[in-house]
């Protein structure tokens, strides 16, 4: 009787296992056959019953049952195993003689990068940089750089008012009053100061009402004009080829005395006359002096003792002379097909 059940347990085991799909599956079957209150042990339990000459026979065959089920249960464990292995490899399968996807990089601003170039430059002759706010009070916009209220100069820079007395700076002449006051009168004082500067200009192609300036600023005993013809020509050397010569016109600004606009030979011509240099030979570049005693005095420095020299320049105009670009008002659409062509550095 024990004997048939035994044998009739193996069989049905044996086709639970092979229709097992899966480890959980399997698990089920392990403790419904081989668990402590599955039929095996039952059969086990009523073996008491048995004949003396029976129950050897009986527990030998169900030893062997379990065994062979346990056998089955691991050959096809082993098996699920290896399936499931094959599936996760398959799945996750990389395909490397896929192209790679490209990642977008980006450039520096052209104008970024030329404000870092004559940064570097300057850095290299021993200035340092300066900033100062693009919110100015009138005093440092104008009143300190010998530019009183009423002053008809102040007509060249018309500006964005937020008050009566400050404004939205015109230049970053400014930072020199503020850096000549935080060295209450005692030089060397020799900084470069980048920075945006807004004025009531109509934007056309040359010109916006934000725009870019870097000034330059050395005041120290014995600074002269000769000393800023040597500084401007190691710049335009350097940001316009080795051959360009430079020359000094006399001009005018409130807060220089002399005051000079700087020329550059044309680089495309060298001098002969282009459309470039419009036949003169000579390109306009900035505006520079000699700092005004004013100035001077009034930001604490003793004019008798000191002298100094400044310059201010604006970068778009060095960027478009420099690559040839037609109108101011690309630097600042955000134009990716314009502003790509200009990976310097
Ligand atoms: C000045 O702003 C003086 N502060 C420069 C200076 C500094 C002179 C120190 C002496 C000593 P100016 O107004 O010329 O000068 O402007 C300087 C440069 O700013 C110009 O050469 C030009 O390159 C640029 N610039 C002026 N107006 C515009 C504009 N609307 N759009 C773009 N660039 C401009």
């Not at 870019?212 to 600023?217: F, T, V």
């Not at 000079?260 to 390109?283: A, L, Y």
């Not at 520079?288 to 003792?305: I, K, T």
Request: glycine residues 8%; proline residues 4%; negative net charge.
């Amino acid at each position: 009787m024990l004997k048939e059940k035994l044998l009739e347990l193996r069989e049905q085991a044996i086709e639970n296992i092979g229709s097992a799909d899966g480890l959980k599956a399997l698990q089920d079957v392990h403790v419904r056959f081989l668990g402590k209150k599955g039929p095996i042990t039952e059969v086990l339990k009523g073996m008491g019953k048995l004949s003396a000459e029976e129950r050897p026979v009986v527990g030998q065959l169900a030893n062997e049952v379990r065994k062979m089920i346990a056998a089955k249960i691991e050959e096809k464990k082993a098996d699920l195993e290896a399936k499931l292995l094959e599936m996760k490899l398959e799945s996750e399968k990389i395909d490397v003689t896929l192209p790679g996807r490209k990642t977008v990089t980006g450039n520096h601003h052209l104008l970024g990068s030329i404000i870092r170039e004559v940064e570097d430059l300057f850095i290299g002759l021993g200035f340092s940089i300066e900033e100062g706010p693009e919110v100015e009070q009138d005093y440092y916009n104008f009143e300190a750089l010998n530019l009183p209220k009423d002053h008809p100069a102040r007509d060249m820079q018309d500006s964005f008012y937020i008050t009566d007395e400050i404004l939205m700076r015109t230049h970053t002449s400014p930072v020199q009053a503020h850096t000549l006051e935080k060295h209450k009168g005692v030089g060397p004082v020799k900084v470069i100061c980048p920075g945006k500067v807004y004025r009531r200009d109509n934007d056309d192609a040359t010109h916006s009402h934000q725009f870019m300036q870097i000034e330059g600023l050395y005041v120290d005993h014995n600074v002269r004009l000769s000393d800023l013809k040597g500084i401007l020509t190691v710049f335009a050397k350097h940001m316009f080829g080795a051959d360009r010569e430079i020359r000094l016109r006399p001009s005018f600004f409130p807060f220089t005395e002399p005051s000079v606009e700087m020329d550059i030979s044309c680089f495309r011509c060298g001098g002969h006359g282009c459309n470039v240099c419009k036949g003169t030979g000579w390109i306009e570049i900035l505006g520079a002096g000699m700092v005004h005693p004013n100035v001077l005095r009034m930001s604490g420095f003793d004019p008798s003792e000191y002298t100094g020299f400044a310059f201010g320049m604006g970068p778009e105009r060095i960027a478009m002379l420099k690559y040839g670009i037609e109108d101011i008002r690309n630097f600042y659409t955000d134009d990716i097909r314009f502003l790509k062509q200009f990976n310097r550095a």
